[in-house]
């Protein structure tokens, strides 16, 4: 992994936090709807031809749609937990501290340079530096895993 590339990965901290709210939201409406489709469902008798209704159509998309939801999810939650583990291996504290107050947390550079106690221009050269450690470590944690996962 290069150094831009776990600048995207980070970035996609805050994105995979946003998405699981989402996709939280749209299990919810699902889950309302389907709860309105079953109660009057039950006032519907269906034929005896042994065909579903379209009542019974929508449910089964439901549940699949359910399940797909459920495992975007859990994909996510696995990223968002192998950035923080990756950050967490970090050897520098000033450049855990940077990625979390920046990437996990959202900050502005304003913000963490002076929550650090940094200039601009020392924050870029720790975040070059944090970004090119990030990258080792991931590239590491992962190796460890496969190797672990034979």
């Not at 939650?77 to 192998?82: I, L, V």
């Amino acid at each position: 992994m290069t150094p831009e590339e776990a600048k995207r990965l980070l970035y996609n901290y805050r994105d995979a936090c946003g998405r699981i709210s989402d996709k939280r939201e749209r299990l919810t409406r699902l889950r309302e709807l389907a709860t309105r489709s079953t109660s009057s469902m039950e006032a519907v008798r269906t034929s005896g031809s042994g065909s579903r209704s379209r009542i019974e159509d929508a449910m089964v998309s439901y549940i699949d749609l359910e399940e797909q939801i459920k495992d975007e999810i859990q994909r996510l939650k696995n990223e968002r937990y192998r950035i923080q583990e990756t950050i967490n291996h970090l050897e520098d504290e000033r450049e855990k501290r940077l990625l979390e107050l920046r990437y996990i947390d959202g900050w502005s550079w304003v913000r963490v340079c002076t929550r650090l106690e940094i200039s601009e221009t020392w924050s870029r050269m720790l975040h070059r530096s944090a970004c090119e450690h990030f990258a080792q470590a991931y590239d590491n944690l992962q190796i460890g895993a496969s190797m672990y996962e034979r």
